[in-house]
């Protein structure tokens, strides 16, 4: 079985595919306008803006570590980065989310099986281990953006 096609598939079905679990990514921010991005519905937890950058946030960071950069230890700021205020701000985001992931799968095309089981710069586990939690990353925060978009 060819690993590197398996998590390129799970990557991008997660994210912008048909999946058996129920929306990808960007089915479930398919039509969240600027209100809807920004509001805090649930007090103080984040916005679907504030997981959109964050998502975006590690998968550059996956980018460059495929790149062989090490893996940043980022302070909250960093991690969670604030969010913009206008329309152009949320269109921006959701534009540099998915040039994120297309990154990222055009990366891994040339990469091997074997490449999986190098580790990652500056990190004590291999690239496999940080594919597939990326794949639940996404999951886990498009979990949270669909919770968040049915209460605004």
Partial sequence: MNEVKF????????????????????????????????????????????????TTFWLEAILDSLKDKAMPDPPMEVNWPRMGSTEEHWSQSLRRLEAAVNMVLDELAGWSNEDLERTVPGKDYTFKQMLHGAVHHNLYHAGQIAILKRKV
């Fill in 7 to 54: 998590l390129r598939d799970q990557i991008e079905t997660t994210f912008k595919g048909d999946s058996w679990h129920g929306p990808s990514l960007m089915k479930t921010l398919e039509g969240v306008d600027l209100e809807q991005a920004s509001a805090r519905p649930l007090g103080e937890r984040h916005t679907i803006w504030e997981l959109v950058d964050h």
